[in-house]
């Protein structure tokens, strides 16, 4: 993708050449270099904002104690300070907490800000390397295995946890090309599914502990009482400062180029380290503070960017500014919205954030924040950027007619049907109650035992039957996503898809007392889609306005879902958890025969449609010449993947890793010569159907739902992508 394609165009040229300087760039109006903005009234205004809402914070709360008292106890007017209850209410409860929001704000905003130059993409979220993840699972393990209660045993685990993730990423992207900016991004999203996956095996398994986790993963100031909280980790906050200062410099010049950046006596390697153990204290620092307050360093850093552009020292500056004005503004509406409650402050930075984000992708001055896309990649010298020729296809003949089939993917695909039968057979044989092979065949067809046919054909095959339709449905709208983006890391996710349809799903389950029905998934995914595509621009706002849209979008939906889960008893919650998990338990053939229905009418047109999409490999103007019509192409697939990814999450719901994994997996079968449509559907279905016969087996009497199974597993398998040659980014 190009820049003019993702919605950027460029401004028509002046009339007279401006004048350059003596380097070669161009200056602009006043004499500052092009592509510059005067920031230092912008970090004037932002702190005085930012001063604002501290006082705001010390005068707001649940105690009758306004401004003027406050003001007395900061400057002891009239002994003000051995007043006891005013010395509680603000020298012990606020003050605290408006400094741990002021630093733990600046630490996601300056951690966003670095994670988004280091890996070179705007789209780079400071959970990008596992914290947020092995911070949940340190305080899991904490709850469920040695039963913490305390908001510091909270604290320790969670920043133990942190940094283990963060040190594991550290160590996959190190050990093989010195810690590209592709290698963090995948070993970030291996560890962080693993440890989210083993999150909820522990959840899954104690009501207690997911009890005390929904409200945790919220986001909170309000258990920050007193400055012991804030002095336990003040320290750390203060070495991640540091040390994101000093890598101002090196991150200029990496910049420029790795090349350029050795030439300027700099090591890529060493800087792109100490960048990310900068991130790992901020960032761990914060989540144990506050919990994962998500969405917030994406944000600061699109907003300092808007106004610093490219240069890393101010844009590194008004981002830790901006993240602390976020924060401490959401904290005052956190109090004052429903008293005498607090709302999440998670909830709050995603409903001010989201909105401002999307102002800002689409506004005239987003064409100047120097955004590459991300689906973008240029190929490597010595390497070919279209696919190799493919092999000579078989030909069939009869009469006037002809088919071609292609023989490695002709041969991929009975492989895979093959694999997906034994697994079939498999999972129809596995299970609790102890049946041999030859009396679960019997069932299958009706004979035997009438409790093993009611067992067998009421139970296990409805339930294959749906994990076999959501499976196909998951891997094929993988496939078209990724074709289309041109990227193997593209799922449905980025365009709000399965957000969207669980939201669905969730208030019609809230209207009819049940989980709703199968149509609400699809419906949602079509809302959702629709609102992303209006919200950027159109179909031809392609590139990282829709992604940013789509993931203000998603961070929107997924507040609205953990709210909705935490205000819920804990029995309908945790029912609804497992389901937003993905779950096949209670599926049946009458829930699988719509997407069945389904999947006989889009399979057949993804097939249509594949061939021309193959085509959009090159460039546009290529496939125009071919014939083909790119925005129409674009626009089928997106409807079919749409489609496909709704229906599924209707039936099991959001099912993680599949559409990610199958096209992967069917692509290397298939070979790089062809679009996997039909692979990539077989191995979606045999990866639900293994995954969901793994969780009903592997613990005795305890099902564990299949999409934590996949995001177990999906870990893993991107680590082994990452590691692999083939599999090896550029």
């Known amino acids: 993708m190009t820049l003019s394609q993702a919605g950027v165009t460029k401004a028509p040229p002046a009339t007279a050449p401006e004048p350059r300087r003596p380097g070669g760039r161009s200056e602009g109006p006043g004499g500052r270099p092009e592509g510059t903005r005067p920031t230092w009234p912008a970090v004037t205004a932002a702190v005085v904002l930012l001063l604002a809402l501290a006082a705001l914070s010390l005068s707001v709360g649940a105690g009758e104690v306004g401004p003027g008292r406050v003001l007395d106890y900061l400057l002891n007017h009239g002994g003000a300070r051995a007043d006891s209850r005013l010395a509680l209410v603000v020298g012990d409860l606020r003050l605290p907490r408006t400094l741990t929001a002021l630093l733990v704000g600046a630490a996601l905003g300056v951690a966003g800000a670095q994670l988004q130059s280091v890996t070179r993409n705007p789209l780079a979220e400071t959970g990008l390397l596992g914290v947020n993840a092995g911070a949940s699972l340190g305080v899991v393990l904490g709850i469920a ?48 599914a693993t440890f989210g996956g083993l999150t909820g095996v522990l959840i899954v398994n104690s009501p207690e502990a997911y009890d005390r986790y929904r409200v945790w993963v919220l986001g909170s100031l309000a258990g920050v009482e007193g400055w012991s909280t804030l002095a336990r980790l003040a320290p750390v906050l203060g070495a991640g400062f540091l040390l994101a200062a000093l890598t101002t410099r090196p991150l200029t010049a990496l910049a420029l180029g790795d090349d350029l950046a050795r030439g300027l006596g700099h090591r890529p390697g060493a800087t792109r380290a100490a960048v990310a153990v900068a991130v ?36 590194t500056l008004l981002a830790g500014l901006f993240g602390a004005a976020v924060l401490t503004g959401a904290d005052v509406l956190a109090r004052v919205v429903a008293r005498p409650y607090e709302a999440p402050v998670s909830v709050i930075v995603a409903l001010v954030g989201a909105p401002a984000l999307i102002a800002i992708v689409r506004s005239r001055r987003s064409a ?48 895979l049907a093959a694999a997906l039968l034994a697994a079939v057979v ?22 035997g035992d009438r409790l093993d046919v009611l067992l067998v054909q009421k139970f296990r095959l409805g339930r294959i039957v749906a994990a076999l339709a959501a499976g196909a449905a998951l891997g094929l709208a993988g496939c078209l996503t ?50 992303v595509t209006l919200v950027s621009g159109g179909l031809g706002a392609r590139g990282y306005r829709v992604l940013v849209v789509g993931l203000a979008m998603s961070a929107l939906a997924s507040a609205v879902i953990q709210v909705a889960l935490a205000r819920r008893s804990l029995n309908s919650a945790g029912s609804l958890y497992v389901w937003t998990s993905g779950s096949l338990n209670g599926r049946d053939l009458a829930i699988a025969t719509p997407v069945l229905v389904g999947l006989a009418v889009l399979v057949p047109l993804a097939l249509v449609v594949a061939r021309r999409l193959a085509v959009l490999r090159f460039d546009d103007s290529v496939a125009s010449a071919l014939g083909v019509d790119p925005g129409r192409v674009r626009l089928a697939c997106l409807l079919l993947a749409v489609a496909l990814a709704g229906l599924a999450v209707g039936v099991c719901g959001p099912v993680g890793f599949v559409a990610l994994a199958a096209p992967v997996i069917a692509g290397r079968l298939a070979g790089p010569a062809r679009v996997p449509v ?35 597993l999906g870990g893993p398998f991107l680590l082994w992508v990452l590691l692999s040659r083939k599999g090896s980014p550029a």
């Open 678 to 712: 039909l692979g990539s559907a077989l191995t979606g279905a045999l990866l639900v159907v293994l995954a969901d016969t793994l969780g009903r087996v592997l613990l005795g009497g305890v099902e564990i739902p299949v999409g934590i199974v996949t995001t177990v």
């Open 280 to 315: 790992t204290l901020l960032t761990a620092s914060a989540v144990a503070l506050a919990g994962p307050v998500s969405f917030l360093g994406l944000l600061a850093g699109f907003l300092a960017r808007a106004l610093a552009g490219p240069r890393i020292g101010r844009l």
């Open 368 to 415: 100047a924040l120097a955004l590459s896309d991300p689906a973008e990649a240029t190929p490597p010298a010595g390497r070919r950027a279209e696919p190799p020729a493919p092999k000579p296809d078989l030909a069939l003949r009869y009469g006037a007619w002809s088919l071609l089939l292609p023989r490695r993917a002709l041969a991929a695909s009975l492989g």
């Open 426 to 447: 498999v999972a129809a044989h596995a299970g609790q109650s102890e049946l041999d092979l030859g009396r679960t065949f019997q069932a299958v067809f009706g004979y």
């Open 482 to 531: 990724q074709t289309l983006a041109r990227n193997r890391l593209a799922t449905p996710e980025l365009l709000g898809v399965n957000d969207g349809a669980t939201a669905a799903v969730l208030i019609s389950a809230t209207a009819s007392g049940t989980f709703g029905a199968w149509w609400a998934g699809p419906l949602g995914a079509l809302a959702a889609v629709l609102v």
């Open 145 to 192: 295995v040695l039963g913490v209660q305390s908001s510091y045993g909270y604290l320790a685990f969670a920043f133990g946890g942190a940094v283990l993730a963060s040190a594991l990423v550290l160590l996959i992207a190190g050990s093989r090309g010195g810690g590209s900016p592709m290698r963090l991004v995948l070993g970030g999203s291996a560890v962080g």
